[in-house]
């Protein structure tokens, strides 16, 4: 049999791919090394934030991809919701910020809305007074427990007659033939497809490493904790802080943004990449991070399997200075890992021949941004076109 498209990889990029060729009528085969999602897709917070994006397309993608979440949302009960995020200011200047991105949003016709600090804390009162100088609340902004919404949209997909799932099936080679395309299994399988895309996240090593492995992909590591469930204490939508205000690119939009003063917190905050983030969980247990350590594309082995206890110390230490909780015991802690592309695209996306595209590299934006991409991409490569960042508006 041949497939008009295999995608593989199914995290995200390549799920929301499978869903926008089946949308267009397609045949398609998704495949992933995995039996079950593993990668960045899962272990993540589940902050759907186009509020962080940088302005232009990134902010214009993820505004598109909540649409296409808001779509999902009823066959995936429970795995997405719609709670906003709020950004909250630690310092003045920082609170001068959030109300320059406000302006910024108004004329981009996104809604947003500013908080006193009265206002914040009424909304969440496990915030710490003297932490809060103010914040910013993106309302339309959505959540995902992606531990919950993967299986099930790969349910979803598998529900579909023209979709083939094959998970648990690595693929080690694709070669051209003749105008179409064979694609080489670690079971010595070989499928027929007319295009592939290829989605494999941090991967780098096995296809067209000659590609992905370019001197400006990075790879990197995030450490994240999860607290046990913490009852009484509701922290709605996605939280995200003063540390996050300074990295996010959206704010460096703001007239004041190169005028911050440094934070008043130890350097290895900075080295680390460490801001702090929250977001609750149904059961009442908060996600806690993160972390960034980069590491060379080249060099898949380099990445530093273990969990930093330094790192959580410091994370934690920070996270106590901006929430009280009646009591810090962590349930878990983890690594997650995605590929970045360092240039000016952010992406990587790029037909490797008129058959073959990739796209990786999304970095930390993946959740946010993801499924408005690869629509566009599939959109694209139906259309027989080499792919291209798509050229979206920022406008709401
Ligand atoms: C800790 C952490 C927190 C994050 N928080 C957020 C957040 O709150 N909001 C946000 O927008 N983004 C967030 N991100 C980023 C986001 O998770 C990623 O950008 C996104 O998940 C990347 O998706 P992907 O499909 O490219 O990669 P992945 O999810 O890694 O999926 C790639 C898949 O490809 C498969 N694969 C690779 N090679 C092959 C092969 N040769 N054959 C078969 N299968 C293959 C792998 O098995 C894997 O399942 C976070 C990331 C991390 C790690």
């Known amino acids: 049999m041949k497939f008009d498209l295999a995608i593989v990889g199914a995290g995200v990029l390549g799920s929301f791919a499978a869903l926008e060729a089946l949308k267009s009528g397609k045949r398609v085969l998704l495949l992933d090394a995995g039996l079950k999602a593993r990668g960045a897709t899962v272990r993540n917070f589940g902050q759907l934030v186009p509020s962080g994006m940088a302005l232009g397309p990134w902010r214009a993608l993820g505004i598109r991809s909540l649409s296409i979440y808001r779509q999902l949302q009823p066959m995936v009960e429970g795995a997405l919701w719609q709670q906003g995020s709020t950004y909250i200011a630690s310092t003045p200047e920082e609170a001068a910020l959030l109300e320059e991105m406000h302006a910024i949003d108004r004329a981009q016709d996104y809604r947003s809305q500013l908080l006193s600090v009265e206002q914040c804390l009424e909304k969440m009162p496990a915030l710490r007074m003297e932490y ?45 033939r003749g105008g179409i395309t064979d694609i080489l299994t670690s079971n010595n399988e070989v499928l027929h497809a007319d295009q592939v895309l290829i989605c494999c996240g941090h991967q780098l090593n096995q296809l067209y490493p000659a590609i992905t492995q370019n001197a400006q992909m990075k790879l990197c590591k995030l450490q994240m904790l999860r607290s046990e469930p913490v009852i009484g204490t509701r922290l709605p939508g996605n939280l995200l802080t003063g540390l996050s205000i300074r990295r996010y690119e959206a704010f460096h939009s703001c007239p004041s943004y190169e005028k911050l003063p440094q934070p008043l917190l130890d350097p290895r905050y900075g080295e680390l990449g460490i801001h702090m983030l929250f977001r609750q969980s149904a059961d009442g247990s908060i996600i806690i991070g993160d972390s960034h350590e980069y590491f060379p594309a080249n060099d898949v082995t380099s990445i530093d399997y273990e969990v930093r206890e330094d790192i959580n110390q410091l994370m934690l230490e920070e996270a106590r200075n901006i929430l009280k909780l009646p009591r810090w015991t962590m349930a878990r802690c983890w690594n997650g890992y995605y590929s970045q592309d360092m240039s000016e695209q952010k992406v990587l996306m790029r037909s490797v021949s008129e058959k073959i595209h990739l796209v990786t590299g999304i970095g930390g934006k993946g959740m946010t941004t993801g499924p408005a991409l690869v629509q566009s991409a599939v959109q694209q490569l139906l259309r027989g076109e080499a792919l291209t960042l798509p050229d979206v508006h920022s406008h709401a």
């Open 132 to 176: 809060c100088h103010g914040g910013l609340h993106y309302p339309e902004e959505m959540s995902a427990e992606s531990g919950q919404l993967m299986p099930r949209l790969w349910s979803l997909l598998s529900a579909n007659p023209e979709l083939t799932l094959r998970a648990g099936t690595l693929v080690r080679e694709i070669r051209e």
